[in-house]
């Protein structure tokens, strides 16, 4: 099993950024595919942006990839979510998560080991 923590969600105003960061280890955290998702108020989690376990490979919900960038550093044992141009409809808990996936994967199911997530609240 991988563990995963996320951190660097606050309160921000539209407009600014944000980077997410998920340290992960144990397990086969290291070719593990990793995966940011969110979870609105009232919504169900939904898939945000992945990478393969070289981090060479990305994915992401269209229209996020405009804004949003997912990067792996492998040294560091981490993934990182950096977020431009925040609007009020990025709110919510991001969930980092690990799989082991060929290649990159926006299915929810395709992910075993999941963090506790963090909060982000964009306020207009």
């Known amino acids: 099993q991988v563990q995963l923590v996320e951190s660097g969600g606050g309160l921000v105003q539209a407009g600014e950024s944000l980077t997410l960061s998920c340290a992960f280890s144990?397990?086969?955290?290291?070719?593990?595919?990793l995966a940011w998702f969110r979870q609105a108020p009232g919504k169900e989690r939904a898939f945000v942006a992945g990478?393969?376990?070289?981090?060479?490979?990305?994915q992401y919900k269209p229209p996020l990839q405009r804004r949003f960038t997912i990067t792996r550093n492998s040294f560091k044992n981490a993934v990182f979510l950096i977020m431009t141009d925040l609007t009020p409809e990025d709110t919510g808990v991001y969930y980092c998560?690990?799989?082991?996936?060929?290649?990159?994967?926006?299915?929810?199911?395709?992910?075993?080991?999941w963090g506790q997530g963090t909060q982000v609240t964009v306020s207009a």
């Open positions: 998560a690990a799989g082991v996936v060929a290649g990159t994967s926006g299915r929810k199911d395709h992910y075993t080991s």
């Open positions: 144990g397990g086969a955290s290291s070719t593990s595919a």
């Open positions: 990478c393969d376990r070289t981090g060479g490979n990305t």
